[in-house]
């Protein structure tokens, strides 16, 4: 790809932990002969990503998300493989490459702790050496969708969550970066807080163009800003495509729920015992079934139950990418 | 061009929350002025005793020194040491890598920020009542009063470098609590803050001339003393500001690389 921003192949980060012996024997011999494994934090990850693309980074707990965030930001050294961002090597050229992405942890903090928000972007723009007009334009932009207004006067350390993420990614971007890496930026914050900051990613990637990555745990995250999704596992990259693909690729799950009263699992069963479905009773009266909508269409089983029992109620449910992911997770704890 | 305004801009930022949290210093200016009654009473009592001159300082001198010292630290005094290890412990280390910026510079400009603060709202205030009541001594001459002014800032300097020293050993031990203690003891007991370090046993004072401390007090006051003279101070103050910084410049590498290729 020509114009792709990020090269990583083979990326790769081991961590060398020591391992620890137990009892007060073991931490003697620890002390003489310390013991150490390796983690395979991220294992073998490649990927390209054009310039301009919105990129959702998914994967379970530990599973190498923030590490690969921390590689692509130049704060952490890949152990193996390669890595170029905007024609940078991020750790050997950190200095110089800092200057032209943004990054957001939604856990910490960059704003310097004592100033008011105003002061740190003050204070960055004398950073970045950013025209003051172009600082007043920012800040006004920042200002309409995550309305910044009275938390600039205040003192970092006297922020909600909520109003610290939202200077925080103002801070990120204020020196408009072609590509900002956002570790879990809407973690912990209201519905509200999300949506702003959603607002605001999407228009920054849709109208700027700004190249978007972003780790979450939430998939309102990804429907709202991702046009692709990469999902890690255990340090390893098991699925690169879009929402929609992912959902299809791993099209189990979807659901079909009939009320009826009349009807027993045994007379289902056995109308659809050709398609080699089995239903479940959830509830007194109330059926399910979860199917594959590669191999089975949706309008030939809804026609076959309606016309083996009679139905009060219907509902199709379609996997949500949660199911998807939830499905896709325990395939790999089970392999 | 733009750098240098950036370090400013730490050096502002600090100076900016320093003036909107000055009554601060209000309590400062008062027990400034107690330490040096008090140390102004001890001397009193070891010259009541007996000798006109200890460690080749007359009484007049003795107070003039206890008050200027005093006086110099109510400037040069910082927290950054402390600052750093935060920094460390809340994880917030590896942000400032993320920043077009050197970390140590940036911190050393907020100190200079806060350096400039301390001497317009906390030092002159602290400094003029003191020379009311005690009687202070003019430096010796012109050249002692420049060389000191210049001292000031060099003691500055050294003062600084060796908190970042002691702030960024906290990424390899993350506790620096009692490095702090000990540093601050040093500074004032071995700089010649609590007693002129000419009192000290001969062989006391040549070991101290091989540590940084006696540099950021002993050596400014006795040049505004005129005891040593300003250009063999000054250059002694300046070794040990590149020393220092070379120190903190290797230390800060391995830092990052401890940081960056072994993960924290």
């Given at each position: 790809?020509a114009d792709?921003?990020i090269h990583a ?8 932990l020591p391992?620890?012996?137990e009892g007060?024997a ?29 990129i959702a980074?998914?994967g379970p ?5 923030s590490?690969?965030?921390k590689?692509?930001a130049g ?13 940078y090597?991020p750790h050997q050229?950190r ?5 032209n ?5 939604g ?17 960055l723009?004398r ?14 932009r920042?200002d ?10 205040t003192?970092?350390r ?5 109003q ?7 801070a ?17 914050l209201?519905?509200?807080?999300k949506?702003?900051?959603r607002d ?6 849709r109208?700027?163009?700004?190249t978007?990555l ?10 709202a ?5 990469l ?21 189990r799950?979807?659901?079909l729920?009939?009320?009826a ?6 007379a289902?069963?056995?109308a659809t015992?050709d398609l ?8 007194e009266g109330?059926?399910?079934?979860v199917?594959?909508?590669?191999t089975?269409?949706?309008a030939?089983?809804?026609?076959r139950?309606l016309t083996?029992v009679s ?5 199709l449910?379609e996997?949500?990418?949660?199911d998807?992911l939830?499905e896709?997770?325990e395939?790999?704890e089970?392999a | ?7 400013w801009?730490f ?5 900016a ?11 400062g200016i008062?027990?400034?002025f107690i330490?040096v009654t008090?140390y ?9 005793a007996g000798p006109d001159?200890?460690?080749g300082l ?5 107070l003039t ?5 005093w ?8 927290g950054i ?12 280390i ?8 050197d970390?140590?510079a940036?911190?050393l ?7 400039l603060?301390?001497?317009?709202i906390?030092?002159?205030p602290?400094?003029l009542?003191?020379a ?5 001594q003019p430096?010796?001459?012109?050249a ?10 060099l ?14 050993s906290?990424?390899f031990?993350?506790h620096?609590?009692?490095?702090q203690r ?6 004032d007991?071995l700089?010649?803050v ?11 004072q040549d ?10 007090t002993?050596t400014p006051?006795s ?6 003279p300003?250009p063999?101070?000054?250059g ?13 410049r290797?230390?800060w ?12």
């Amino acid at each position: 790809m020509a114009d792709a921003i990020i090269h990583a192949e083979q990326l790769s980060r081991a961590f060398r932990l020591p391992t620890r012996r137990e009892g007060l024997a073991g931490a003697f011999r620890d002390l003489l002969n310390p013991g150490y494994r390796t983690i395979h934090a991220v294992r073998d990850v490649s990927f390209t990503v054009p310039r301009g693309q919105s990129i959702a980074y998914l994967g379970p707990n530990g599973a190498g998300k923030s590490t690969t965030v921390k590689m692509l930001a130049g704060i952490l050294k890949p152990t193996g493989g390669d890595l170029t961002v905007l024609g940078y090597h991020p750790h050997q050229e950190r200095r110089e490459y800092v200057r032209n992405i943004g990054v957001v942890f939604g856990q910490r903090s960059t704003l310097w702790y004592d100033l008011a928000v105003i002061e740190s972007l003050r204070l960055l723009q004398r950073v970045y050496a950013i025209p003051e007009i172009t600082f007043r334009q920012r800040l006004a932009r920042f200002d309409e969708v995550l309305g910044l207004g009275k938390l600039l006067a205040t003192p970092a350390r006297k922020l909600s969550l909520g109003q610290r993420v939202r200077a925080d990614i103002a801070a990120a971007l204020l020196h408009d970066p072609p590509i900002v890496f956002l570790d879990e930026p809407t973690i912990g914050l209201d519905v509200a807080v999300k949506a702003r900051i959603r607002d605001f990613l999407r228009h920054t990637n849709r109208e700027l163009g700004t190249t978007l990555l972003l780790t979450t745990h939430d998939l309102g995250d990804v429907e709202a800003i991702a046009e692709r999704v990469l999902v890690i596992d255990r340090g390893e990259l098991v699925f690169d495509g879009t929402p929609r693909s992912l959902r299809e690729e791993l099209g189990r799950g979807d659901r079909l729920t009939i009320v009826a009263p009349q009807a027993s699992t045994a007379a289902l069963d056995a109308a659809t015992a050709d398609l080699g479905l089995t239903w479940d009773e959830v509830a007194e009266g109330k059926f399910q079934t979860v199917y594959d909508t590669r191999t089975i269409a949706t309008a030939a089983l809804v026609q076959r139950t309606l016309t083996a029992v009679s139905v009060e109620d219907l509902e199709l449910r379609e996997a949500s990418i949660e199911d998807v992911l939830r499905e896709l997770y325990e395939r790999s704890e089970r392999a | 061009m733009p750098d240098v305004l950036a370090y400013w801009g730490f050096a502002r930022a600090r100076l900016a929350d320093l003036l909107a949290n000055r009554a601060r210093f209000l309590a400062g200016i008062a027990s400034y002025f107690i330490y040096v009654t008090v140390y102004a009473g001890i001397f009193r009592a070891i010259y009541a005793a007996g000798p006109d001159e200890v460690g080749g300082l007359r009484l007049q001198e003795a107070l003039t020194y206890v008050a200027v010292a005093w006086v110099l630290r109510s400037m040069y005094t910082n927290g950054i040491d402390r600052e750093v290890t935060q920094d460390v412990r809340r994880g917030d280390i590896a942000l400032a890598l993320l920043r077009p910026v050197d970390y140590p510079a940036s911190r050393l400009a907020t100190a200079a920020g806060e350096a400039l603060t301390r001497a317009l709202i906390f030092t002159l205030p602290a400094a003029l009542p003191i020379a009311l009541v005690y009687p202070v001594q003019p430096p010796a001459s012109l050249a002692s009063a420049l060389g000191f002014l210049l001292g000031a800032v060099l003691a500055f300097g050294i003062y600084s470098l060796v908190n970042l020293l002691v702030g960024i050993s906290a990424v390899f031990t993350e506790h620096t609590v009692g490095i702090q203690r000990a540093k601050n003891g040093m500074m004032d007991l071995l700089g010649g803050v609590l007693l002129p370090l000419s009192f000290f046993p001969a062989w006391a004072q040549d070991a101290l001339w091989l540590l940084p401390f006696q540099a950021v007090t002993y050596t400014p006051v006795s040049i505004y003393l005129g005891t040593l003279p300003a250009p063999l101070g000054l250059g002694v103050q300046a070794l040990w500001v590149a020393v220092l910084a070379l120190l903190v410049r290797l230390l800060w590498r391995r830092a990052v690389n401890h940081l960056t290729i072994q993960g924290g």
